[in-house]
């Protein structure tokens, strides 16, 4: 049984909370070259050499060029599934559950990695990864996410169907 | 001596000779709007402009190049207040030739720019690239200038002041028509970007605004407009006569009454503050005496910045000391002025000798609303250049140098920055000047392409043809023999497949792989 509320649910929050880690992480960039990075063109800049939108506006411009979209679906599938594993892996005690979620964990990662979050994750090591999967479009790996986290979500849901385990109670109703 | 005077005729040939009339032009040029006094003052005094300002004075089918590592483009410069504009260099070779073997640029033809793409504005700390070092822009004096009886033959144009007019074009309609003009400084910088275009007409009085044009305070009467020519009564134009640059800011903040503030071998001394006055008396005092004082103030917000009598209100100026009562966020507070002063402060003046190298003379770049627009720098003697031999810019800040040249074409020069860091070969076997357009700021890359940006690339594309024939050619010829290294067009290179990209596309089949075992499985199943 696959708890399709949940996951809808973990998915929004995943992705609303990328769109709004996106938002707060934003700095308009300074120079033509670091707008140029963030998608904006020399075409973006007033006589006066400052970006011609307003900080909301140059936040949106950038995620829509950036193709952030996809990133957003990415982590957003990653998460609901991560959380899936985990319902499932309580329920089965680990194995294959964990190993999914794991999974779930670095596909989410992997769609960080080449976001416009990236330079953050440079902090903490992950910048390699970033630089493998450069060449990588965002569309590709949304798609590809959402291929391996429905193959996992279905192969979790088989072995939760053909197992069937006790769902666990509580001291309280156990007697 | 005679290359001085050569340059100095030249100059003066560019200018309209007519001398400065004694009619008052400060009641005749239009403020802004009624009750705002001109910013500027009426110049008094003609100043020739550098030569070859006038638009037939552009290069010559020039080579062009962006940029090299050490003359940066867009290099976003600071301000106190977080303006961050780009700022660009720019190095311009104008009628240049090869003479007996020689290639030879004369006087005013190697021009120097810094050029910025935003206006650059007093009393705001904005930094200005000086040859490759920061210094803060602080100050300036600007005038315009007023001609009489100036003609401008259709498709020519003259220079007034810093300003430079060239008639354009006109347009018939019917037995009517409209000329137009456009306006540029005499670094290039077209203001068709900031303020359009002013058309003049006699025959279309409701289109246009007849025969006077006003753009800030260029501004002009012509008497008679026609498809040959225009004459003006007057024609007005600004001049940057000084820009003030300082290495060093000694004091940023508030000071009370009493505070000194040291500047080098002297101090600035707040004697007295009267907050209700909105002023403050400053005393410059060298060897324990008062060299200087001066009463800062009051702020007149209205006519800030580019005003000239509310900006000299608040600007004090004692040898290479310079400062100012800051009016942001506020002159005043808890009975303290708030100061800026620096020190190692030079001036840089229309049409003077720059400091740094007397071999360059410089001229400030104005644009009419009182913002500066760069500076140039100008060679004031004649540069022969045999193959072999290089010519440093200002300072060394870039070299040109001559490798061959062979009858009356240059086969091989090139630009290279401080650093040496060199261009690609310019030169070529349809060669015959080494006139240049480098940078990419408001003028190489923007306006000038107006004037010469056809030409530079047809230049561009058929020396790269020719140097490849010549190279084929001589490979033919004498194989053994190795020629110079070259930069040559690469084939655009096949976009490669990265392992990245070749590994996202493996777990995408094995992703369709396994997601097609499971529907297998429970169609199976079912």
Request: glycine share 10%; hydrophobic share 45%; proline share 6%.
């Amino acid at each position: 049984m696959i708890p399709v509320r949940t996951m809808t649910i973990l998915f929004l929050v995943a992705a609303l909370g990328y769109v709004a880690l996106s938002y707060l992480t934003f700095r308009v960039p300074e120079t033509l070259e670091e707008a140029e990075l963030c998608g904006f063109i020399e075409g973006d800049f007033t006589a006066a050499g400052q970006l011609a939108y307003p900080p909301v506006e140059a936040w949106w411009v950038s995620f829509t060029r950036m193709q952030e979209y996809w990133t957003t679906v990415s982590v957003g599938l990653a998460v609901a599934f991560i959380g899936f594993a985990l319902i499932a892996g309580r329920r089965a005690g680990g194995g294959a559950a964990t190993g999914a979620a794991m999974g779930g964990g670095v596909l989410a990662l992997s769609a960080l990695c080449v976001s416009c979050l990236a330079p953050v994750l440079s902090v903490v090591g992950l910048g390699i990864a970033g630089t493998l999967l450069a060449g990588v479009p965002k569309w590709l790996i949304a798609l590809n996410t959402l291929l391996l986290t429905g193959w996992g979500t279905m192969f979790l849901a088989r072995r939760l169907a053909s197992c069937a385990l006790p769902t666990r109670t509580s001291p309280a109703t156990a007697n | 001596m005679t290359r001085h005077f050569l340059f100095g005729v030249a100059a003066a040939a560019l200018f309209a000779a007519t001398p400065v009339s004694a009619t008052d032009y400060s009641t005749i040029l239009k403020p802004a709007k009624p009750g705002m006094p001109l910013a500027h003052p009426i110049a008094t005094n003609d100043i020739p402009p550098p030569p070859f300002s006038l638009i037939k004075d552009r290069p010559v089918r020039p080579a062009y190049v962006p940029g090299l590592p050490g003359l940066p483009q867009g290099r976003a410069v600071t301000d106190d207040f977080g303006r961050k504009p780009p700022k660009f260099d720019g190095v311009f070779i104008r009628q240049s030739r090869v003479e007996n073997g020689e290639v030879v640029i004369p006087p005013g033809g190697l021009m120097y720019h810094e050029d910025t793409w935003g206006g650059e504005v007093a009393l705001r700390g904005e930094q200005v690239p000086l040859l490759g070092r920061m210094a803060t822009y602080v100050d300036y004096d600007m005038s315009i200038v007023v001609k009489e009886n100036v003609t401008i033959p259709a498709g020519q144009s003259v220079v007034v002041g810093g300003t430079v007019y060239q008639y354009y074009a006109t347009v018939g309609h019917n037995k009517t028509a409209n000329h137009t003009l456009h306006v540029k400084t005499i670094a290039g910088t077209d203001w068709e970007w900031a303020f359009g275009s002013p058309v003049l007409s006699m025959t279309q009085p409701d289109w246009w605004g007849g025969q006077q044009f006003t753009q800030l305070y260029n501004q002009g009467k012509a008497s008679e407009v026609t498809p040959q020519k225009t004459v003006f009564e007057w024609l007005s134009g600004v001049r940057m006569d000084r820009i003030v640059l300082a290495d060093e800011k000694v004091f940023a903040g508030l000071a009370g009454a009493g505070e000194e503030v040291k500047a080098g071998d002297r101090s600035i001394k707040v004697a007295s503050i009267d907050e209700a006055a909105g002023t403050v008396n400053i005393e410059v005092i060298e060897n324990g005496n008062a060299v200087l004082t001066k009463t800062l103030g009051p702020v007149q917000n209205e006519l800030l910045i580019e005003d000239t009598t509310a900006r000299k209100a608040l600007v004090f100026e004692h040898g290479d000391t310079i400062g100012f009562l800051s009016p942001w966020p506020e002159a005043f507070k808890d009975g303290k002025a708030n100061l800026k002063i620096y020190a190692k402060a030079q001036s840089l003046r229309f049409g003077e000798d720059y400091a740094g190298d007397q071999r360059f003379a410089v001229y400030p770049v104005g644009c009419p609303t009182g913002h500066n627009f760069g500076f140039m720098l100008v060679n004031k003697e004649e540069i022969r250049l045999k193959p072999g031999s290089s010519v440093d810019g200002p300072e060394g800040y870039f070299k040109i140098a001559v490798e061959k040249v062979e009858g009356d074409k240059v086969l091989a020069w090139h630009v290279a920055d401080k650093q040496g860091n060199r261009s690609v070969n310019l030169g070529g076997p349809e060669i015959t000047n080494v006139d240049l357009v480098l940078g990419q700021g408001r003028v190489a890359g923007q306006a000038i392409l107006k004037d010469v940006g056809r030409q530079m690339l047809a230049r561009t594309y058929n020396n790269m043809q020719a140097n490849a024939a010549t190279a084929a050619a001589s490979q033919t010829a004498a194989p053994t023999i190795a020629t110079a290294k070259q930069a040559e067009p690469q084939p655009a290179p096949a976009a490669p497949l990265s392992p990245g990209l070749i590994a996202a596309f493996g777990v995408l089949a094995l992703g369709v792989g396994a997601v097609g075992y499971e529907f297998g499985r429970r169609r199976a199943k079912s």
